[in-house]
Structures are given as structure tokens and as C-alpha cells.
Nanobody, 122 residues
Framework: QVQVQEAGGRLERPGDALRLSCGAS????????MGWFRQPPGKEREFLAA????????LYNDAVKGRFTISRDNAKNTVWLQMNSLDPEDTAVYYC???????????????WGQGTQVTVSS
């Protein structure tokens, strides 16, 4: 089973940029896509972006499209989430997930990391 691990969360000031990383070890054919999600305090987990390992096709939540960018390096089994112009409303635990398809629904992703905290505050 794929193991997913996020890294890079920290305290940032409004307007700053931050890049999160996600390592995926033990990938199989069933782990064709990777996704980024976040869960703000007291709210439900929400889809941000997804990418396919083969071909690099991407899918975004319209709310972050143009400000967040997902990318991957197949050789390193790593996916990144570049976040620009951070706002306090971006404060959340950010999760990486692996699955067979790019889907917006949380329950469509079978494998999850533990999450990494991003706090945006002045």
C-alpha cells in the first residue's frame, strides 16, 4: 500500500508564498493520481488540486486556481503544492492523498498522509 507523507507546513505572513511537498512510496498502478486537500479549523476537508503521474494532467478547485499550482516529479515520487499570495483564510491542515482517479470528493481517495499545518497570520 502506498505511503504518503506531507512536509513543509509552517507559519507564514499574509502575502507570502509557500511550497508543500508530498512523498509517495510504494506506489502501485492503483495510485495513478495524487491530490491536495485542506481542512480549516472547524470546517470540512476540501479538495484543492490533483495531478496524474502519467501525463501530468491537473484538476483544480476553482477557488484556488491561479494562486495554487500542483506539480510532480515522477523520478522522486514527489508532488508539490505551490501556494502564492497566502491569506489568513488559507490557515488549515493540508493533506496529500493517493488514488486511482482525480476526484474532488474526499471519500474517493483511499490513501492519506497525516497532514501538515499551515498558519497564515501577521
Amino acid at each position: 500500500q502506498v505511503q504518503v507523507q506531507e512536509a513543509g507546513g509552517r507559519l507564514e505572513r499574509p502575502g507570502d508564498a509557500l511550497r508543500l511537498s508530498c512523498g509517495a512510496s510504494g506506489r502501485t498502478y492503483d495510485d495513478a493520481a495524487m491530490g491536495w486537500f485542506r481542512q480549516p479549523p472547524g470546517k470540512e476537508r476540501e479538495f484543492l488540486a490533483a495531478i496524474r503521474w502519467i501525463g501530468g494532467r491537473t484538476l483544480y478547485n476553482d477557488a484556488v486556481k491561479g494562486r495554487f499550482t500542483i506539480s510532480r516529479d515522477n523520478a522522486k515520487n514527489t508532488v508539490w503544492l505551490q501556494m502564492n499570495s497566502l491569506d489568513p483564510e488559507d490557515t488549515a491542515v493540508y493533506y496529500c492523498a493517493a488514488g486511482p482517479f482525480m476526484r474532488r470528493a474526499v471519500n474517493e481517495w483511499p490513501s492519506w498522509g497525516q497532514g501538515t499545518q499551515v498558519t497564515v497570520s501577521s
